[in-house]
């Protein structure tokens, strides 16, 4: 029999833009798609001329139980090739990633050479009794319904409509399937371990309010990441989703700034 067709849902494809010999690799978070973190591949389009891409990753803008069978190396395998692209395109790379795409960025930026790193609420650590409860819960429970927060859905939507681009809403899985979460706490793990390796310039802006990446864990990174250039900005009344929520201007000429100083230096 015949598999149903496979599509990609609205705001997961992959985004490229061609532009000078610098670029930028924007990567996204946990169920979600490049859409996320799109407005920032723009920002940095139109006030730095740069080439951006924002791959998606494996498992991500399809079907919710696409997840299920992936693993963090399959995201970060997925990041490796994003670099690649613009490596054998480009003179300098940077790398941008919010979330999940921030540990992933951490990683990448421990392994490869780039310009410089700016890590977006990017949550280091886990309480343990709820991994572990995510844990027992896979065998019974592969997927995971999670509460979304409307008031930045419907902010997203307004801001798309001002934009004038298609009106989508939030691109996010409303399910999450229990062992990719697990994933996500091992890739966490990973990503501290990783901290000590960096060397290339690299800036933490994480929100005040955020209850998923704790302004600790930003202080916390600061003094693991191994380069001797660090800086950190924790951004007032702000939660965690700084890629769309109503400060993100603010979040994207934080990182143009640092992408600029250290694109001359």
Known sequence: MASS??????????FFHRGSSVGCLCLHGFAAAPAEVRWLADHLVQQLGWTVYAPRLAGHGTQERDLIRTRWQDWYA??????????????????????MGGMLALKLASEVSVDGVAVLSAPLWFD?????????????????????????AQAILDEQQARQEPVIGRTHYKRWATSAIDQVHQLAQVACECAPRIACPSVLIYGARDELALPAHMDYLAQQIGSSVVQTHLIPECDHVLTQNCHHPHVFQQVEAFFRQHLTA
């Not at 067709?5 to 992959?14: D, M």
């Not at 997925?78 to 979330?99: K, P, W």
């Open 128 to 152: 343990r009794s709820q991994v572990r409860l995510v844990q027992l819960l896979h065998p019974f429970f592969p997927m995971w319904n999670i509460e979304h927060d409307q008031a930045l």
């Open 5 to 14: 067709p496979h599509y990609l849902t609205a705001g997961a494809k992959p």
């Open 78 to 99: 997925t990041a490796l090739d994003g670099y690649e692209i613009l490596r054998q395109q480009c003179e300098h790379v940077f790398i941008a990633g919010f979330s």
